[in-house]
């Protein structure tokens, strides 16, 4: 790398040429980016497609252009190879990019804006700049071609410079799952000059593809409605056979205590009683000692 063409003290060159040590220092299995020899502004990127997505497997590449303010700026993203989600050789808008500089963070760095891209990838584009929204069923056979081959683009040193970054990528890019055959998508295949000399082939062949789906939907709405139905009787007689008997047992052991409290306030009600005829009885004693007490004195 030509560092000697750049001022060492420029915060930008300064911090690109740390950024570029820390990329190789510490590569990652999921991307992989490197500046020109003759430009540490211009970077080569690529990025495997996110797992358990229909972009899984895949390597897509693309170049990012740093501008002289960076970090203090943001960078420029463009895509390279077709993927379905992102046109090529279209400056990309994310709120990583420079199509939104309020939102860019001067301690965000390459690596940072690539992770941040990957998990873009799978995500909806909201009609944003250089987004598309192809079918997964596209964007899945993208992603298989996109290890075929490395896209040509630029001058020799940035073609060896995608070569070297998609060979090391290929080494670490789990494989694509194949498409199952759809019926649909061969008869659909088979007779594309067809639609195309016939537009009403389209809406026929639109109608049939519902029909069938609603048919499927219904006929597996059925199956389980019955299933349903089935097991909402078993539950529902198991259930009654269960909640009977702990009733009875519940209500018998309700009415014991009631039966035994009753007893108990019987009781302590004669008690009372009792106790309150025995005090007037002492009471009337007491008197009639004192009354004669009294007679005794006064004869005296």
């Not at 990652?28 to 490197?34: E, N």
């Not at 009609?127 to 020799?156: C, F, I, Q, W």
Request: one cysteine or more; charged letters at 25%.
């Amino acid at each position: 790398m030509a560092e000697d063409r750049y001022n060492r003290r420029n915060p930008a060159v300064k911090r690109i040429l740390q950024e570029v040590k820390e990329m190789q220092a510490n590569p990652s299995d999921d991307f992989l980016s490197l500046p020109l020899e003759d430009n540490i502004f211009e970077w080569q990127f690529a990025i495997l497609g996110p797992r358990d997505t229909e972009f899984e497997g895949g390597i897509y590449h693309g170049r990012i252009q740093l501008p002289a303010e960076y970090p203090f700026k943001p960078p420029s993203f463009m895509f390279l190879t077709p993927n379905g989600r992102f046109e090529t050789q279209t400056k990309i808008c994310l709120s990583i990019s420079n199509y939104h500089p309020e939102h860019w963070q001067p301690s965000w760095s390459v690596r940072t804006a690539l992770v941040a891209l990957i998990a873009f990838m799978s995500t909806n584009p909201n009609g944003a700049l250089g987004s598309l929204d192809y079918n997964k069923e596209v964007r899945r056979e993208l992603a298989m071609k996109s290890r075929e081959t490395a896209p040509t683009y630029g001058n020799s040193e940035r073609q060896m410079l995608i070569d070297e970054i998609h060979q090391y990528l290929m080494n670490k890019a789990p494989l694509v799952p194949q498409l199952l055959p759809n019926p649909t998508t061969e008869s659909s295949d088979s007779t594309v000059g067809e639609i195309d000399a016939n537009p009403d082939a389209i809406s026929a062949t639109e109608e049939l593809q519902n029909q069938q789906m609603e048919d499927r939907v219904v006929e597996a709405e059925n199956e389980a409605g019955a299933v349903t139905d089935a097991e909402r009787r078993s539950v529902s007689s198991t259930t009654e056979m269960r909640l009977r008997t702990p009733t009875v047992e519940v209500d018998e052991q309700l009415q014991r205590p009631r039966v035994q409290q009753s007893f108990q306030d019987r009781a302590l009600n004669w008690a009372a009683i009792w106790l309150a005829v025995a005090i007037l009885i002492l009471l009337m004693k007491k008197f009639l000692k004192s009354k004669i007490v009294a007679e005794s004195i006064s004869d005296f």
